[in-house]
């Protein structure tokens, strides 16, 4: 893109920042908190590109002003830090303008928000229970590496370990836009504990990632809910086993586009408190509801971008951990990593980071800038 008009396209949105820092303050759009949380977030994504803005034409008038000087000046030593300035400045331009051409893609909304991640034990029976319990177990400590909060919210375990289903919501900075690359099938070979002929198997858990839900993102008639409480069962002292803090819900929600209605069932046991296992249930209701009334955006976001990295069908493949050659496979960028062990212990930043790469590339091309 020509210098002027990817300037051109930067200035047209000062004049939208200006409304915006205007309408943010404004009591009657406070008072519209779904609103006003909508509009923070466009706030700060034009706070971003206007600030990358301010950087690129100091940039580019320092080089103009360098230039000059070597064309007019004739005293050596002020020619001499024209070029030092030139030789600095000059090379950062084209990673400025595609850092600034990436800023101008509208981000994905949901981005920002928390995330229920739900991993459930796929073929390979207890095997598979014991691969679901190692994903876990990775991403409990990415997100403890990242200084995210994980929260258990319910859980089957396995006859041998592991989990058959497990899900924990994770709260933190850009949550859901980190571990939304995560979705899909994962594959493992290995020899399992109980294999006496050494064989390998090959065995699978689903993970799939939703953006939590806020309360206004969907709407819930909570008289309409069915609650029901319960012992909580396992370890956990007397009080778990004695007092009936496990909760579950239980609600009719109706598909507005299809008009299809279906039983959402939750139970939650997380805490020894039945309010507060109540609220995190209404939590989980809220996100499950918005996942299947926004599924149409993401089935539109994948119908567009055919090699998309971050969403599209869960039961595709996306990853295989292969113990016996130490080798992590990720099948949407073709990516093979040999340090399998580092990466089950919770190093999956490096594959999400050229996921994300992938994917801008692909956002790029597609923008046509």
Known sequence: MAENSLL?????????????STLITDPAVIADMKRYVKLN???????????????????????RQAKEILETETDNEMRDMAKMELDDLEPKIPGMEENIK?????????????????????????????????????????????????????????????????????????????????SGV????????????????????????????????????????????????????????KVESGVRLRYIWKNPITGVSEEILIECTETRDQPKNKERALSRLRTMIYDREHQKYIDDIAARRKTMVSTGDRSAKIRTYNYPQGRVTDHRINLT???????????????????????????????EL
């Not at 990593?337 to 190093?347: F, K, M, R, S």
């Open 8 to 20: 051109e396209k930067l200035e047209g949105l000062e004049h939208k920042f200006q409304e915006i």
């Open 41 to 63: 977030k466009e706030y700060h994504d034009l706070e971003l590109i206007m600030n990358a803005k301010k950087e690129y034409q100091s940039a580019l008038s320092n080089i």
């Open 102 to 182: 990436l800023l101008l893609i509208p981000s994905d909304p949901e981005d920002c928000k928390n995330a229920v991640v739900e991993i459930r034990g796929g073929t390979g029976g207890d095997e598979a229970a014991l691969f679901a319990g190692d994903l876990f177990k990775m991403y409990a400590k990415y997100c403890e590496m990242k200084g995210w909060q994980v929260s258990v919210s319910s859980f089957n375990e396995g006859t041998v370990g592991g989990y058959k289903e497990i899900i924990f919501n994770v709260t933190g900075e850009n949550v859901y836009g980190t571990l939304k690359y995560e």
């Open 186 to 241: 994962h594959r493992v070979q290995r020899v399992p504990a109980t294999e006496t002929q050494g064989r390998v198997h090959t065995s699978a858990a689903t993970v799939a990632v939703l953006p939590e839900a806020d309360e206004f993102d969907v709407q819930i008639n909570e008289g309409e809910i069915k609650w029901d409480t319960f012992r909580s069962g396992g370890a956990g002292g007397q009080n778990v086993n």
């Open 337 to 367: 990593l040999y340090n399998l062990q580092a990466i089950v212990g919770g190093d999956i930043q490096e594959i999400i980071d050229k996921l994300i790469v992938a994917e801008n590339a692909e956002r790029l091309k597609e923008s």
